[in-house]
């Protein structure tokens, strides 16, 4: 990385940025949570600059939505000629040629292969409503299974299984009737007392033993809903055989699987889509975040069959907008040619640094993750794996102060999620940064 690429020139926040906080707070909602005082004006990859000059390395990537890099030229040229032709027409009236492409790409994508139908929209939270939508209408069925620490969205059917941080759904009740939340496999903290090796499915059986026995019967659970890899909840993969058990079971009651990929899909994990490692083939899955390099675009994608709704029960003025859909071919293309190799690469390299935090650094419980989704959790203690959400965040402010951009994830995980176009160099600058930081909670001067 060139030696001015990250350059702090104001202390943090600078003075320009100090007023547009200002500004900020007295007329933007303030249901956002903002870290740190980060005032952006540009990007570059890997790379932003702030109104005063300062220049940071990006490890959130927009929260894992720049997949291609802040502003990529390819990027930049696809939505600049797109705006100069066609800016909006309503997919949902007329028909326009770049949206029939791009659900014809991500048909072809769609894990498990065969036919597949796409649903376009805006954001992460629409996809999820439009699963719900459909999983009802196809099946008859009308309720729903979703996993503690699962997030899907904040509009009420999506908020309705979310069940990351209460404070997400606080004030907001009643939700959708008819969700029943069961245990993700979290299995560096097993709640049934399981190291790996021993790991027995105890948090899948409880669906069997438990939900479908004493709650509801199966045959109205619509579908499952989960994250293949858990996002907000910590940035958790669980292990193969809880993904195949969860397909079994999912067939077993007739029951749809829908795969929520939207931060996991689109090269993220350095494969196309997380259920990609897992060979499992999804009856749904919903993707938004790195679909587009940026734009607000989501897409819905299942199998032929099931999309089965009539013209009138289901559409968006804005969703598969021509800019954005320009946005995600020119996306897809850069995934494909060359940044999901990056992401397993530069993602294993990141991995081999950091596997030994946990004994390096009493702070450090685990780090975790496939390609360039990983996450780094802090405890207080590692034996009883008191949860500290008081480091993950005095972490995020010293990478802060140092140039470097972080985020949590979950109570108490750090998350690492740059753009896929990361380069070695800048993944060892973040690494060796974070353990600068990590040496300064455990000595503190
Ligand atoms: N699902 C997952 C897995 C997510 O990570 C998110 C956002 O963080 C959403 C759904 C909601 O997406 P959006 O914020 O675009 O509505």
Partial sequence: MSMDAVRLVTPLPGPKAQALIARDHAVLSPSYTRG???????GQGAIVEDVDGNRFL??????AVVATGHCHPRVVEAIQKQAARLIHMSGTDFYYENMIQLAETLARLAPGGGARRVYLGNSGTEAIEAALKLARHHTGRQQFLSFYGGFHGRTMGALSLTASKTIQKKGFAPFVPGVHHVSYANCYRCEFGKTPDKCNLECLKQIEDL??????PASEIA??????????????VPPQKFIDELQALAQRHGMLLIFDEIQS????????????HFGAAPDMIT?????????PLSATVTRAEIMDWKPG?????FGGNPVA?????????????????????????IMDRIRDWPRRFPMVGDVRGLGLMIGVEFVKDQVTKERDPESRNRIETLAFERGLLVLGAGQNTLRLCPPLTLTKDQADFAVDTLEECLKVLVQPS
């Fill in 265 to 276: 899909g689109m090269g993220r994990t350095g494969r196309m889509f997380a259920a990609d």
């Fill in 287 to 295: 993707l938004a975040k790195g679909i587009a390099s940026g734009l």
């Fill in 36 to 42: 740190y005082p980060l005032v952006v004006q540009s």
């Fill in 211 to 216: 939900v479908l026995k004493h709650i509801v």
């Fill in 325 to 349: 859909v320009a946005a995600s071919l020119a996306t897809v293309e850069l995934l494909e040619e060359s940044l999901i190799a990056n992401a397993a690469h530069i993602g294993a390299h």
């Fill in 58 to 63: 990006d490890f959130n990537a927009g929260i």
């Fill in 223 to 236: 579908a499952v809903v989960v994250e293949p890899v858990q996002g907000e909840g910590g940035y958790l």
């Fill in 313 to 317: 029960q289901h559409a968006s003025t």
